[in-house]
């Protein structure tokens, strides 16, 4: 049968009405990694764009006691420009845990933020620990 004939006129794909293009089976170009996705989430929870509770199945431990007692004062949300994750680089010290510090940037103020996520049986990352570090130092001129 000639596909041609069937086709409306200008249309040039070769896929059929109730098709289902293939799905995808590779890992998108720019899939995130764990800790950078997490630090994501974490910014925009300590900003005060999200409310705690939204972190509830991605931490263990102490990390959510750790990120209810940070969030109330959104210490990562600076004015009226939005924070954005600058960097974010994780280390593997063991099979299973990430240790990672990212730099968060709200104009032209920069914070520091580290966490610890380990790997579950169930192979999902959950992130352990939070810390903002220490208190804040005037800028050195």
Do not use: K
């Not at 009226?80 to 104009?107: D, K, L, N």
């Not at 579950?120 to 001129?141: M, N």
Request: aromatic share 6%; charged share 25%; with cysteine.
């Amino acid at each position: 049968m000639n596909t041609d004939r069937t086709r409306p006129a200008g249309r040039r794909d070769s896929s059929r009405p109730g098709t289902v293009p293939p799905q995808r089976t590779q890992r998108p170009r720019h899939a995130l990694r764990p800790h950078q996705w997490f630090a994501e989430r974490l910014l925009a929870v300590l900003s005060g764009q999200r409310p705690v509770h939204w972190m509830l199945g991605h931490t263990i431990g102490e990390a959510y006691d750790q990120l209810a007692e940070l969030a109330p004062s959104a210490p990562l949300g600076a004015g009226y420009r939005r924070p954005v994750v600058r960097t974010c680089h994780g280390v593997q010290p063991a099979t299973g845990v990430v240790e990672a510090f990212a730099s968060i940037a709200t104009g032209e103020q920069i914070r520091a933020l580290a966490f610890r996520l380990e790997q579950g049986r169930d192979l999902r990352w959950r992130c352990a620990a939070v810390d903002l570090g220490g208190e804040r130092l005037p800028a050195v001129r």
